[in-house]
């Protein structure tokens, strides 16, 4: 296992749930079938304060975000986004209500409510769902046993960022014994508008509440079960990169799991769980803000109902004769969303029609240690897929079409039931060197992805063709191939961990333009594509107080068919800290930035237009520190953005159901500050 310190993480912060002794913050990257050679794994407190947690995962080297506003930033990995990245919200997922990604998976995850979150680069696993070729993002809540004689544990956070006079508190309560628990987590989040470095105020605020009842049956330290039920409510979401806003926004997650462990010489774990997770969103152009045209009041209900579950069994021993991790998994999501006119009451558009996505995967991964010196990993999935659209015929009156009528229009076809059969897998290789602590690895993936509801159903209309957004009923699903090689290297006072990746993409969905004249619509199709690129990180340690990090990384992105760039892909991006640590203080500095992306796919008449322009480069100085006030009370400060500068991250967001591009600049200054304390 390989550590270093996260740039800017602050020693003496509670551990969430867990209530350590005292210790800074880290990151690990580990081998193994969770986590990878260059994944990250942390706890949200080594992540910046008083934030959604989307937004605050960007600092890591290789993940990228689309900014909309201030909340439900979409994240990228290896440049890809959307459903290439796997997100599991304490195992389950949570598929967003938005057609256009205004709450995407992570929206309905508070940073305060969750003790462990792990960034899996690339495809390194076959265990956490099908596709997954940009990486996995792995939320846990992890409640140790109590020990004799304990009876309760508690902690609270509170917390105040000037840019956006944003307010947050959280709460962590546990009660219990040796055989069982309950366990209490609420958050509460209150923003406002935050001014960009030009003084100008952006929309971006919000408010957020949410709360956690975790039930747990601990009867040894092998065997847990565990029932939980989360609530979030959202309020009030307002989104500078998008036509509408969103006045509610709400999810409810129930969770049942059970986990048994050192059972036999030949099982030697159990792992299931189930989930219902449901999502109700509405968007309009007039509560939160004076629409256009007064007789345009438009609102776009939706409902997103996801219900799964897996079964992994452990079998066998990783250094005699191997360990393979066997298991099923079962998703379906149901969504539905309509766009209506509340000025006459017409129906406009149907914009998922009610469509039905079910996927169920079977898969086995095994693990060997081979000898001293080599590890190796192979994985193999099968997913069966089938996708419909029960309302495509549903047709609004007047002028607007029906979803069938606007895929006859744009892809000659309609909707009909689907089905997929898709194949996936890993090979990897770990050499340890003898000359250097450290060691060499290789891996080839094939992952699957078949297309999401916005990417096959969706049917957006408009008077004006090119104001119409329609899905492909007809798209092949994506398929990774992908090559990744690296090395892993550590001394006394630094370590290094560097990969580079090839990924061919066969039939990767392309968002783009129906090129027609006087007929511009948002389509989607199938092409090939290569994405090429690598990731660097370099921890050093000068002294017993002094330590430095610097991390890198790149993505080249090229649409073999059409012989241009893909459009929404970040350029070189960086990222370096200096660290001091003396007795109870801990102070540092850090530098974010990235280069200017001038391979760009911005022009609507040949291209998709997706991308707002080349993006100059940009770089930003944070400062931030912490104070221990003695082993239960804590406090963290500082101030982002020191020198006020205006920039905007080169992914933007189309807005909502028209062509328009927008790039919403980052916020300006920031000060903040944050107390915890634990009981």
Known sequence: MHKVIVAGAMAGIMAQGVFAEEAPLEIEIKGGAAAGPGSVETVPEALPPIMPLDDSLRILPGVSGSRMGG???????????????????DGAYVHGGCPNRMDPPLAYAPAESYDKVTVIKGSQTVIYGSGGSGGSVILERETPRFYADEKYRAGATAGYRSNSDTWDASVDVAAGSEKGFARLLGSYIDAGNYEDGD???????FSERAGTAILGYTPDDHTRFELSYEAQRTRDVLFAGAGMDSPISDADTLRLKFEKKAIGSIVDAVKAE????????????????????????????????????????????????????????????????????????MLNSVLWPGVDIDQTGLFAEYHRRVDENN????????????????????????????PNQLYSIYYDT????????????????????????????????????????????????????????????????????????????EDDKWDLD????????????????????????????????????????????????????????????????????????????????????????????????????????????????????????????DLYGSYRFNNNTSVRFGIDNVFDRNYAQHLNRSSAFDPLQVQVNEPGISAYVQLAAKF
């Open 71 to 89: 909340h439900g930033t979409d994240l990228v990995i290896r440049g890809q986004g959307k459903t290439s990245i796997n997100v599991l919200l």
């Open 199 to 205: 003084g100008d105020s952006v929309r971006s605020a």
């Open 274 to 345: 189930i989930y219902r997770a449901e999502v109700e969103h509405v968007m309009d152009n007039y509560t939160l803000r004076t629409p256009a045209n007064p007789m345009m009041l438009m609102r776009a209900p939706s409902t997103s109902d996801t219900t799964g579950g897996r079964i992994i069994v452990d079998v066998g021993d990783i250094n005699n004769y191997g360990l393979w991790k066997l298991g099923v998994d079962v998703q379906n999501n149901e969504r539905d969303a309509v766009r209506v006119n509340d000025f006459n009451d």
């Open 375 to 402: 590890r190796f990993t192979g994985g193999l999935r099968y997913d069966r897929v089938t996708a419909d659209a029960s309302k495509a015929n549903k047709d609004p009156m007047g002028m607007p079409l029906s």
């Open 414 to 489: 309609t909707a009909s039931k689907k089905t997929e059969n898709n194949w996936g897998g890993l090979l990897r290789w770990e050499h340890d060197l003898d000359a250097a602590n450290g060691y060499l690895y290789g891996g080839i993936s094939r992952s699957v992805r078949t297309a999401d509801a916005t990417e096959r159903f969706l049917a957006s209309n408009a008077a004006m063709p090119s104001m119409r957004w329609v899905g492909n009923p007809d798209l092949d699903p994506e398929k990774s191939h992908q090559l990744d090689i690296g090395v892993v290297l």
């Open 498 to 621: 560097a990969a580079i990746f090839y990924n061919s993409v066969d039939d990767f969905i392309l968002r783009d333009r129906f090129h027609a004249p006087m007929n511009n619509a948002t389509i989607y199709r199938n092409i090939d594509a290569t994405l090429i690129g690598g990731e660097l990180n370099l921890n050093y340690r000068w002294s017993d107080n002094w330590s430095s990090n610097f991390g890198l990384s790149y993505v080249h992105a090229e649409n073999d068919t059409d012989d241009r760039a893909i459009a929404q892909i970040p350029p070189l991006e960086f990222v370096a800290s200096l660290d001091y640590g003396y007795g109870s203080w801990d102070l540092g500095g850090r530098v974010r930035g990235a280069a200017e992306q001038n391979r760009v796919d911005d022009d609507p008449l040949t291209g998709s237009g997706l991308d707002v322009q080349q993006t100059p480069a940009w770089a930003v100085l």
